[in-house]
């Protein structure tokens, strides 16, 4: 079975850090492009970026500001998406997403969802 698993959200002051992971199950990384996203309440859902083999990591967003970094854990077959300097408007549900090899900023390009990840920011 194909799948994602979002782990690494909860609860963080502002300011701080948080480590988010995406571990595939019988998805190769290799030949998949991992996208990450997120959506706040009442919000639609946004691209953040996304890290493939031949794009490597795609930056989507300038509203964050480069405060994330895109990764992949080869060993465990996951896809890593750190935050750094956590803002409260960075409270949002974050799902990573698979497409076929490539990266794309289009949502919809992206088949297979993870559950998502809540992550809230307080100050």
Known sequence: QRQLVE?????????GSLNLSCAASGIELDY???GWFRQAPGKGRKAIGCISRSDGTMRYEDWMGGRFTISRDNGENTVLLQINN?????????FC???MYRCSRDIGAYGIWGQGTQVTVSS
């Open 97 to 99: 997403a698979q497409r």
């Open 86 to 94: 956590l803002l409260p408007e960075d409270s949002a549900v974050y």
């Open 7 to 15: 782990s690494g959200g909860g609860s963080v002051q502002a300011g």
């Open 32 to 34: 998949n492009a991992i």
